[in-house]
Nanobody
Framework: QVQFVESGGGLVQPGGSLRLSCVAS????????MGWYRQAPGKQRELVAAISSGGGTNYANFVEGRFTISRDNAKNTVYLQMNSLKPEDTAVYYC????????WGQGTQVTVSS
């Protein structure tokens, strides 16, 4: 079964940037529509951004042009570039398929605080 490993989180001040990475196991990553999700303490997991196999993208309204999702199929990797971070972006960030999701990975913690 495909597995995802997220990395790149950390502590950043408001207005700062982070680049998250998600590496997938398996050899058919390129056909997946992929999503970045996040879960803040006490809240449900929510979709942040999605990218199709061909590179088409969609973003949650709260992203407001601050984040960019991209993928490198040769490296089985999907990225999330996050700029102008706000304290409310604090959450554990996960990647998974947009459809027919598999077991969730550990995620990567993003903390935005001064």
């Amino acid at each position: 079964q495909v597995q995802f490993v997220e990395s790149g989180g950390g502590l950043v001040q408001p207005g700062g940037s982070l680049r998250l990475s998600c590496v997938a196991s398996g050899n058919i990553f390129s056909i997946y529509v992929m999503g970045w999700y996040r879960q803040a303490p006490g809240k449900q997991r929510e979709l942040v951004a999605a990218i199709s196999s061909g590179g088409g993208t969609n973003y949650a309204n709260f992203v407001e042009g601050r984040f960019t999702i991209s993928r490198d199929n040769a490296k089985n990797t999907v990225y999330l570039q996050m700029n102008s971070l706000k304290p409310e972006d604090t959450a554990v960030y996960y990647c998974n398929r947009l459809y027919n999701q598999v077991t969730w990975g550990q995620g990567t913690q993003v903390t935005v605080s001064s």
